[in-house]
């Protein structure tokens, strides 16, 4: 009879955590929708919603940084980035989010060392050229002017092997 009690309460807990996934997961496909037509407040909300259902969502915490990004709100932005990269420390687009968000705030030594992070983890990003160029102008905001044309000139060998 006990054994029987264990295997049931097991069961409903199993049953429960999976219906709570699924919906953590409809709630941030819902969101995801609504951060790509612009739509950043309701995005908020709804990535808001799924953390509360799932708190280990890393893409939650890291879209809805982008959210808070886009609507100005920096500091709230690099506390979701700082979540996103707590739980898994290998996400690169955190990493350049990250970056664009400290680099919009002024703290440009913190943003030159997330844009290196992510170029050692996506070295043959489709974007490597616009993340080299964008930690080029950190670099000259720091005045480390050698260290920025070295950068430039990484785009420049990068746009030139796109055209041919």
Request: aromatic share 10%.
């Amino acid at each position: 009879m006990k054994l029987k009690r264990i295997f049931t309460i097991g069961f409903i807990f199993a049953f429960i955590s999976i219906l709570l996934a699924q919906n953590a997961q409809e709630l941030l496909q819902k969101a995801n929708e609504k951060l790509k037509r612009g739509d950043y407040n309701g995005a908020i909300k709804d990535y808001n919603d799924a953390l509360k259902e799932n708190p280990n969502l890393s893409e939650a915490y890291q879209k809805r940084a982008k959210s808070k990004r886009m609507i100005g709100n920096l500091n709230g932005a690099i506390e979701d980035y700082n979540s996103a990269l707590r739980i898994n420390a290998n996400l690169s687009n955190s990493y350049l989010g990250r970056a664009q968000t400290l680099f919009k705030s002024g703290n440009f030594e913190a943003a030159i060392r997330d844009y290196n992070t992510f170029v050692s983890q996506s070295p043959n990003s489709k974007h490597l050229a616009d993340i080299l160029y964008n930690r080029g102008l950190a670099k000259m905001k720091l005045r480390d002017f050698d260290s920025a044309l070295e950068d430039f000139n990484q785009v420049l060998k990068i746009q030139e092997n796109d055209v041919k």
